[in-house]
């Protein structure tokens, strides 16, 4: 998986660029990410979901479910593989992980 090229979307919006993916913690995979076209409440909803990672006890969500879902993981070949939650970005860092 590592040497591969995936592409993450939200509903039909490319987020970003995903390299060097390897599995970290199974289920849990790890990459290099590279933003694209991410919009500011997208971003938003990304850094929240990161915080609430950390957190003891994890919040409701502040915003419209509809922006949980609809994430999908592109690979290579076209083939697609549809996030059952949304990826945990570190756009600072420039690392995502999801299932």
Do not use: C
């Not at 995936?6 to 599995?23: D, E, H, M, P, Q």
């Amino acid at each position: 998986m590592a040497a591969t090229t995936l592409k993450l979307y939200w509903n039909s919006r490319l987020v970003g660029v995903i390299t060097g993916a390897t599995f970290s913690d199974f289920p849990w995979v790890i990459g290099r990410f590279e933003p694209r076209r991410v919009p500011k409440r997208l971003r938003e909803v990304s850094d929240w979901l990161a915080a609430q990672a950390e957190a003891d006890e994890p919040l409701d969500p502040p915003f419209a479910p509809d922006l949980l879902d609809g994430w999908v993981v592109i690979k290579p070949d076209g083939s697609r593989h549809e996030l059952l939650m949304p990826p945990l970005i570190d756009f600072d860092k420039g690392i995502i992980d999801w299932r």
